[in-house]
C-alpha cells in the first residue's frame, strides 16, 4: 500500500502541480501516513518536504512559506484556516487538502489520480536536499536546516543500531512529525528496517498508555513532560508495559526521577542526544547500558563522530567540560539560504552544538549545560531573541531579557524580565496582549517581572545567569500553555 501511495502522490506532484528536482512541498498537519507517503514522493523527485509546525501562529507560518519559498502545501482540514497565512504569503503556491473540500484547494485524492507514465524526476542521488525542518534562530528567526537523503540514511543506521531494530518490530509513535526527533529517532528508520510503525495523530497519556496496552509496541519515543505525563496517569501502574523493549528520550536533561519512573515499571529508559541540525541522532545510550548509566546521553552514534573541546577548539580530557561538535554524514547540508548562520555553525566541517557535557573514563557522554539561551519547554525549543523581540517595540521598553523558569510539568518555561525607560509605564496585561497571534502560546511569557535595572557586567551585556536565579525563585501560579 505504501509503495502505491508513494508512487500516486509522485505522479501527481510531477504531472498536475509541476514539482521539480529542488521544489519545496510543505505538510502542515498531524501525524499522518499521507505525511510519510508525500516525504518519499519528494525523495523521488527530488523535492524538498518542509514539515510545518502545526502549533505555531499564522504570522510565523507566512514566515517559514517565504523563506522556503513552497511551491505546494498539503494541509489537514483542521489547520485550513492558519494555512491562508501561506496562500496570502505566497498566492502562487498550489495548495491541496487532504479530506477537505473548499474553492481553490485541490483534494488530495484527485491529485493521487493524475496520470503519467513516471513517478521521478532525473538527477536525484544520495547527496539531493529531502528535508528543510526550521528552528528557531537566536536572531529570533526560523533558520531552516537542510537534511539531505543521505542523512536519513546513515541516521537510518545509527537508529537500528540503537534500537537493535529489525522488521518484527512495532513502533508507536505519538510525537510530532514536524520535529526531526518524532520523525527521524525511530519512524523512518523503523520504517528503513522493513518494521511496523503505528501513528497517533497527537500525544494524549490516556491513549498512549491504551495503545502499549493493545497494539503492544517494542519502542517508544518520549519527552520529559510526556514521560511525566504517562508517570502521572491514573492507569499508569495497571497497564502492561511487558512488550516495550525499550523508551528512548531526549530534548534536553532529562530528570533522573522520571527515568527511574520507568525503570521501576522494568522498561530501560535510552537517550538520544542531537539536534534538528544532526538529524538528530549524534550519541546514544543503548538498551545493555540504560541502567547502569542513568542520566547519561550515551556515546557517538555508530556512524558519527562526537567530540568535546574548549574555548581554543582542543579535545578536552575525560571529566573535563567541553562544548559537544559533531561531524558525520547525518550532519545538515546548511541553513536554506543562510550562508551566514551556516558559516557560524561550522568549524572545517564539524557541526558546533553549544551544549557541554563531558566524558567519563568509559566514554559515556553527560549532558550538563547549554551555552546557548535555548529553552525548552515540554520538549518545544524556545528561543529568547524571538520573545524579546516583540517586547522591544513597546516605546516603554528600555531592555528586555527572557530566560527559563523551572515549572513542574512543562520543565522550562519562558520568564521575561522588562528595564521600563524613566517615567514611562506598561502593565502587565498589555505586555501580555502583545504576543497574541505573534507567536505560538507555548512561546509566551509565563510571568512577567519588572525591575528597576536589568543586571549588567562592566560591558553593559545583561547578566542572564543573575535572572534565571530570580526566575528559579518564583512560584508558578498554574502557567498554562
Known sequence: FLENRISSWARGLKHQLGVRHGDRVAFLGTNHPEMLALMFACARLGAILVPLNWRLAPPELAYIARNAGLHVLVAETDFIRNAGAIRNAIPNCHMV???????????????????GADDSNPNVGMETPLLIVYTSGT????KGAVLTQEALF???LNSIHLHEMTSSDRILSVLPFFHVGPLNIQTTPALYAGAEVVLSPRFDPGLTLKLIATVHPELLLMVPVTMQALLRHPEWENTDLSSLRMVVTGSSVIPIDLIEGFHRRGVPVGQVYGSTETCPIATVLRRKDAIRKTGSTGKP????????????????????SGELWVHGPN????????????????????????????RDEEGFITIHDRKKDIIISGGENI?????EAILREQE????????????????????????????????????RELYRNRIASYKHPKAIIFLENLPRNSMGK?????LREKARDLTPKNWSR
Open 97 to 115: 487538502a487532504l479530506e477537505f473540500l473548499e474553492e481553490e484547494w485541490i483534494p488530495h485524492e484527485e491529485l493521487l489520480k493524475a496520470e
Open 383 to 387: 528561543y529568547p531573541a524571538e520573545v
Open 301 to 320: 552514534a555508530l556512524h558519527c563522530d562526537v567530540k568535546l573541546v574548549d574555548e581554543s577548539g582542543a579535545v578536552v580530557k575525560a571529566g573535563k
Open 396 to 431: 516603554a521598553v528600555a531592555d528586555t531579557a527572557v530566560v527559563a523558569g523551572k515549572d513542574e510539568k512543562w520543565g522550562e518555561v519562558p520568564v521575561a524580565f522588562i528595564e521600563l525607560k524613566p517615567g514611562m509605564v506598561l502593565e502587565e496585561e498589555q505586555a
Open 462 to 466: 545583561v547578566l542572564k545567569y543573575e
Open 154 to 156: 546513515w541516521n537510518a
Open 139 to 142: 536572531t529570533g528567526d526560523p
Open 331 to 358: 550532519v545538515m547540508l546548511e541553513y536554506w539560504g543562510n550562508p551566514e548562520a551556516t558559516a557560524e555553525v561550522f568549524t572545517e566541517g564539524w557541526y558546533r552544538s553549544g551544549d557541554m557535557g563531558f
